[in-house]
C-alpha cells in the first residue's frame, strides 16, 4: 500500500514550457486535492475532485487545468509556467464516507520555473 | 471569514519544554480543526483533530485546546523532544468542504 504518489519529486521548467504532474492513490479514495505550498503562505487549493468525472476549482487555478483520469489518478498541467509557479505541489486524497476532511499527502513536487 | 490565522511563524524550545502553537478564525461555521505535522521534503501528515464540542483532546504528548467563544484553538505539544522539530499547520473545514489552512508554524527543539 504504497498510499499517495507523485511524479516527478523534482522538475525545472523554462517560461513558457508545459508539463504535466501526476498522482496516483491506491487507498480507493473519492476525492483527491492539488495544492501548492509556498513559503509563509501554506497550502493553497488549486483544484480538486469530488469523485471520478468531476472536478472543481479551488483558491488559486490560474494557469492550471486538471484531469481525473480514473479514480486512481488525477493530474495537474501547467500549459505555459511561469516563474509565479515555481513551488512544492502536493497531492492529497481523502477516504470516502468519512464525516470529517481527513486529507493523506503524497510526498510533493518541487517545480521550478526559471 | 475564509481565513485561519497562525502564530507564532516560528518558534524555538528547548527540550522537555512545553511547545505551544495557537490558531485564530472567523467562520463559525467550521466544524473541524486539525492539526498537520511536516517534516523537510515530505507531505504534511495528520496529527491530531478536534471538533468545536470539546474543549480539548489528547493524544499523548499532543494536546489541542479548543475555545469555540474565542474562536481559538491551540497545539500543546508536552516534553518538546528534537524530533518534534517539524513545521505545523492548523486547518479548518466545514462539513466536507475544503480545508482552509494556516500559514505554519516551524519549531525547532533544542537537545
Known amino acids: 500500500n504504497a498510499g499517495v504518489t507523485q511524479t516527478p519529486k523534482f522538475q525545472v521548467l523554462k517560461t513558457g514550457q508545459s508539463m504535466t504532474l501526476q498522482c496516483a492513490q491506491d487507498m480507493n479514495h473519492n476525492s483527491m486535492y492539488w495544492y501548492r505550498q509556498d513559503p509563509g503562505m501554506g497550502l493553497r487549493l488549486i483544484y480538486y475532485s469530488a469523485s471520478e468525472g468531476t472536478t472543481d476549482k479551488g483558491e488559486v487555478p490560474n494557469g492550471y487545468n486538471v484531469s481525473r483520469l480514473n479514480k486512481r489518478e488525477f493530474s495537474l498541467r501547467l500549459e505555459s509556467a511561469a516563474p509565479s509557479q515555481t513551488s512544492v505541489y502536493f497531492c492529497?486524497?481523502?477516504?470516502?464516507?468519512?464525516?470529517?476532511?481527513?486529507?493523506?499527502f503524497g510526498p510533493g513536487t518541487r517545480l521550478t520555473v526559471l | 471569514q475564509q481565513q485561519v490565522k497562525q502564530s507564532p511563524q516560528s518558534l524555538i524550545v528547548q527540550k522537555g519544554g512545553i511547545s505551544i502553537i495557537n490558531c485564530a478564525y472567523e467562520n463559525t461555521a467550521f466544524d473541524y480543526f486539525p492539526w498537520y505535522q511536516q517534516f523537510p521534503g515530505k507531505g504534511p501528515a495528520l496529527l491530531i483533530a478536534?471538533?468545536?464540542d470539546v474543549s480539548e483532546k489528547k493524544e499523548g504528548r499532543f494536546t489541542i485546546s479548543f475555545n469555540k467563544s474565542a474562536k481559538q484553538f491551540s497545539l500543546h505539544i508536552m516534553d518538546s523532544q528534537p524530533g518534534d522539530s517539524a513545521t505545523y499547520f492548523c486547518?479548518?473545514?466545514?462539513?466536507?468542504?475544503?480545508?482552509?489552512w494556516g500559514a505554519g508554524t516551524k519549531l525547532i527543539i533544542k537537545p
Open positions: 478536534i471538533r468545536p
Open positions: 486547518a479548518a473545514s466545514w462539513g466536507n468542504y475544503q480545508l482552509i
Open positions: 492529497a486524497s481523502r477516504p470516502s464516507g468519512r464525516t470529517y476532511n481527513e486529507q493523506f
